[in-house]
């Protein structure tokens, strides 16, 4: 196993640090991997011909005793809106799910996986026993994984940045990994 020495910037004090190359790709993987897994699953329950009925996030938003209460509320509230996001759950969580399984497009995925993660730890707010649950890990989780490109690593997003389209556009390149 190789070792491989890092720098970065912390707090205005460089900081040098060694980490297993090998290892941290395997553990990246895995994490990728897993949360793409949770997400993919977690859409596809969702999913009507699944589940036997049509998704409904209305008695959740309405229920809800949270920072952002009255947020859900217009959206339960409004029609057209609570619609968008009966659709846009099941297929989001999926969608997000797929491209980390896949390891394609990955930080956009990451990106809206975090949104959905926030969403959820200020939606649930359950904090008696902390402000520490598993929908903050499922933040850092997706933080972890579009922070570090893991698409990269055993994904669809390695051959994507090698095509001549992606070279063409290098600001692709903040969508991928």
Not at 78 to 103: A, D, H, Q, R
Not at 130 to 155: E, P, Q, S, T, W
């Amino acid at each position: 196993m190789t070792t491989n020495e890092a720098t970065v910037q912390w707090l205005g004090r460089r900081e040098e640090f060694e980490y297993a190359d090998s290892v941290a790709g395997y553990v990246l993987v895995a994490v990728r991997l897993l949360v793409g897994y949770w997400f993919l699953h977690s859409g596809w329950t969702k999913f009507a011909f699944v589940a036997g009925e049509p998704f409904d996030a209305a008695g959740y938003l309405q229920n809800a005793s949270s920072p952002i209460a009255g947020l859900f509320e217009v959206v339960a509230g409004t029609p057209w809106l609570l619609e968008v996001t009966n659709v846009m759950i099941p297929l989001g969580e999926f969608l997000i799910g797929l491209g980390l399984i896949l390891g394609a497009l990955v930080r956009l995925a990451a990106f809206f996986g975090g949104v959905l993660m926030t969403l959820f730890y200020l939606g649930n707010a359950d904090w008696a026993h902390g402000y520490v649950n598993g929908d903050l890990l499922g933040l850092l989780m997706f933080v972890i994984v579009g922070v570090f490109a893991a698409g990269r690593i055993l994904g669809v997003d390695a051959y994507l940045e090698e095509t001549a389209f992606v070279r063409q556009r290098p600001w692709l390149r903040y969508l991928l990994g």
